[in-house]
T-cell receptor
Framework: GQQVMQIPQYQHVQEGEDFTTYCNSS?????IQWYKQRPGGHPVFLIQ?????EVKKQKRLTFQFGEAKKNSSLHITATQTTDVGTYFC????????????FGTGTRLKVLA | EPEVTQTPSHQVTQMGQEVILRCVPI?????FYWYRQILGQKVEFLVS????????KSEIFDDQFSVERPDGSNFTLKIRSTKLEDSAMYFC?????????????FGPGTRLTVL
């Protein structure tokens, strides 16, 4: 079935450093969503992207959807300890039925 | 901020027993989902539910699983005969409609431990 891969699987950064996670699909995606899951918590929706080449910003977070709509990235500038968690991309498949396919996730640890 | 609630927060059961996990979605939302997350792993889609019927289910969602919305508010996931490998966090989620621009809201989850 359709899979969405994320790299890296884990990332440890020093507080203040930047962080990027990448989401890749072998097929064209009509949309991509990003979620953050704090340790012990539930996924929290961050943003959705639907247009080719789309870039959206939320404070220190920058989200990008690739031109070919097969990949996406989340970049965090100047990480803080509050950024700790696992970041998932997800795709809503709407070909007649509704199914969210989540990426494998990137676990971010920020060292103070 | 709208909120999805789930009960119980933690369920411990013996292998072979039936469990029912409960969710109260956001009131005007129409699309409902159940997910499973084994510790440290990714969020896995189990089933989507719309208009009182299953829209799609994954290969994980076998005959041991069922969902229903018995009273128009609660949304339940039943596992008839639990197995050790059913131990995981179970999240319900909902969206207002089924559009790609919808925000998907997750509940806090139920941790299921099968002994």
């Amino acid at each position: 079935g359709q899979q969405v891969m994320q790299i890296p699987q884990y990332q440890h950064v020093q507080e203040g450093e930047d962080f990027t996670t990448y989401c890749n699909s072998s097929t064209t995606l009509s949309n991509i969503q990003w979620y953050k899951q704090r340790p012990g918590g539930h996924p929290v929706f961050l943003i959705q992207l639907v247009k080719s080449g789309e870039v959206k910003k939320q404070k220190r977070l920058t989200f990008q959807f690739g031109e070919a709509k097969k990949n996406s990235s989340l970049h965090i500038t100047a990480t803080q300890t509050t950024d700790v968690g696992t970041y998932f991309c997800a795709h809503l498949r709407t070909s007649g039925t509704y199914k969210y396919i989540f990426g494998t996730g990137t676990r971010l640890k920020v060292l103070a | 901020e709208p909120e999805v609630t789930q009960t119980p927060s933690h369920q411990v059961t013996q292998m072979g027993q039936e469990v029912i996990l409960r969710c109260v979605p956001i009131s005007n939302h129409l699309y409902f989902y159940w997910y499973r997350q084994i510790l440290g792993q990714k969020v896995e889609f189990l089933v989507s539910f719309y208009n009182n019927e299953i829209s799609e289910k994954s290969e994980i969602f076998d005959d041991q699983f069922s969902v229903e919305r018995p009273d128009g508010s609660n949304f339940t996931l039943k596992i008839r005969s639990t197995k050790l490998e059913d131990s995981a966090m179970y999240f319900c989620a909902n969206t207002l409609r089924g559009r790609i621009t919808d925000t998907q809201y997750f509940g806090p989850g139920t941790r299921l431990t099968v002994l």
